[in-house]
């Protein structure tokens, strides 16, 4: 009865347990100095350990409830840990709890932190990202408003402007249509609804034909394009044959785009470890380096009125990061302004 007494969680009962051992104690020593013939200096003896014994029994109990009442709310803290640590509550509230609580608090406080920065990072990138969003689906959709209106008004008659403003308005929603479908791609990457084929293939021939396909496009702004580092001997690789031409395509058009007229795209292919080191090199206008952090966010552009002049949609470099990241790879950038842009990225060897 008395432990449960203790154990109810009112620290009340403790003051009256103090209360009654201390007039408990009171009484005890007044008995003694009546009816026993006890010099003065042994009843402060007495007296004195009395007060010592009360001072540690009183701390033990005190000791006492602060544990057990720690210990019940650390059990319950721990009872909705064990989804994540399979550890028994016994292991979580034995020993020093309330250096381990303390310790508990600061990693939970710590953890919160990085929680609230990587929510409020994401909302800002979210805000970001609606907005370029509806800036980019915005241009194009007024520009196909104004043809649109324009033949409506009366040009639909003129054999001389119609089929201009159709043509023009069919490029609009092409390049509509291409913004959706990168967005669809990388939406499908992100949540792995679009799964890697891996296949062994000759990465050098890879790189042969996406030179072939972007020759045209080179050759309007007279940009060669060079493999280096190569021999003739095959050069196998694991990977998503498909979505690694869609990384190439989207590299070299970028060196083409943003390149420097009548100058060189450079492919260059270096053993590294157990994997291949591929570079794309330009020697075109360059980024500032405040840019470069931010070069693979989507809609990001380093300069919007050559980006409009250019065209693009602003999504190939995202798409390529998901892809070389969705292969257990890293692609990264280095750049200086007047010099040129190096893109880098690694691909496993096939054995």
Same mark, same amino acid.
């Given at each position: 009865?008395?432990?449960?007494?203790?154990?109810?969680?009112?620290?009340?009962?403790?003051?009256?347990?103090?209360?009654? /051992?201390?007039?408990f104690s009171l009484i005890i020593n007044c008995l003694?100095?009546?009816?026993?013939?006890?010099?003065? +200096?042994?009843?402060? *003896?007495?007296?004195?350990?009395?007060?010592?014994? /009360?001072?540690?029994?009183?701390?033990?109990?005190?000791?006492?409830?602060?544990?057990?009442?720690?210990?019940? %709310?650390?059990?319950?803290?721990?009872?909705?840990?064990?989804?994540?640590?399979?550890?028994? %509550?016994?292991?979580?509230?034995?020993?020093?709890?309330?250096?381990?609580?303390?310790?508990?608090?600061?990693?939970?406080?710590?953890?919160?932190?990085?929680?609230?920065?990587?929510?409020?990072?994401?909302?800002?990138?979210?805000?970001?990202?609606? +907005?370029?969003?509806?800036?980019?689906?915005?241009?194009?959709?007024?520009?196909?408003?104004?043809?649109?209106?324009?033949?409506?008004?009366?040009? *639909? +008659?003129?054999?001389?402007?119609?089929?201009?403003?159709?043509?023009?308005?069919?490029?609009?929603?092409?390049?509509?249509?291409?913004?959706?479908?990168?967005?669809?791609t990388i939406t499908k990457l992100e949540q792995n609804?679009?799964?890697?084929?891996?296949?062994?293939?000759?990465?050098?021939?890879?790189?042969?034909?996406?030179?072939?396909?972007?020759?045209?496009? +080179?050759?309007?702004?007279?940009?060669?394009?060079?493999?280096?580092?190569?021999?003739?001997?095959?050069?196998?690789?694991?990977?998503?044959?498909?979505?690694?031409?869609?990384?190439?395509?989207?590299?070299?058009?970028?060196?083409?785009?943003?390149?420097?007229?009548?100058?060189?795209?450079? !492919?260059? !292919?270096?053993?590294?470890?157990?994997?291949?080191? %591929?570079?794309?090199?330009?020697?075109? %206008?360059?980024?500032?380096?405040?840019?470069?952090?931010?070069?693979?966010?989507?809609?990001?552009? *380093?300069?919007?009125?050559?980006?409009?002049?250019?065209?693009?949609?602003?999504?190939?470099?995202?798409?390529?990061?998901?892809? /070389?990241?969705?292969?257990?790879q890293h692609i990264n950038v280095r750049s200086k302004?007047?010099?040129?842009?190096?893109?880098?990225?690694?691909?496993?060897?096939?054995?």
């Amino acid at each position: 009865m008395f432990k449960n007494f203790l154990n109810t969680g009112n620290p009340e009962n403790l003051s009256w347990v103090f209360t009654l /051992i201390t007039c408990f104690s009171l009484i005890i020593n007044c008995l003694l100095f009546y009816f026993i013939d006890l010099s003065l +200096a042994i009843w402060i *003896v007495i007296l004195i350990s009395e007060i010592i014994c /009360i001072y540690f029994l009183f701390k033990k109990l005190i000791v006492r409830f602060i544990y057990d009442k720690i210990r019940l %709310i650390y059990k319950n803290i721990a009872t909705k840990r064990l989804g994540d640590d399979k550890q028994p %509550i016994q292991e979580w509230v034995k020993g020093d709890v309330l250096n381990r609580v303390q310790q508990d608090v600061e990693r939970w406080i710590e953890l919160k932190n990085l929680e609230i920065a990587t929510l409020k990072e994401l909302e800002n990138f979210r805000k970001d990202f609606l +907005a370029n969003v509806s800036h980019e689906l915005k241009t194009p959709l007024t520009t196909l408003q104004g043809y649109v209106d324009t033949l409506i008004d009366g040009a *639909v +008659a003129d054999p001389d402007v119609n089929m201009k403003y159709l043509q023009r308005s069919s490029f609009t929603i092409e390049r509509m249509i291409t913004m959706v479908e990168d967005l669809e791609t990388i939406t499908k990457l992100e949540q792995n609804t679009d799964p890697l084929y891996i296949t062994k293939f000759d990465f050098i021939a890879l790189v042969k034909e996406v030179i072939d396909i972007m020759e045209l496009k +080179a050759n309007t702004r007279n940009i060669q394009m060079i493999i280096q580092n190569h021999t003739s001997v095959p050069v196998y690789v694991l990977a998503d044959k498909d979505k690694l031409r869609q990384v190439l395509i989207n590299l070299i058009d970028n060196s083409i785009k943003y390149g420097r007229q009548s100058g060189k795209t450079f !492919i260059k !292919i270096y053993y590294f470890e157990q994997n291949l080191l %591929i570079e794309v090199e330009d020697n075109g %206008i360059g980024i500032d380096e405040k840019h470069l952090q931010r070069i693979f966010e989507r809609f990001y552009r *380093v300069d919007k009125s050559r980006s409009r002049e250019v065209g693009g949609t602003g999504l190939g470099l995202a798409i390529v990061k998901h892809i /070389i990241e969705a292969h257990d790879q890293h692609i990264n950038v280095r750049s200086k302004v007047g010099v040129g842009t190096t893109f880098t990225f690694t691909l496993p060897l096939a054995n």
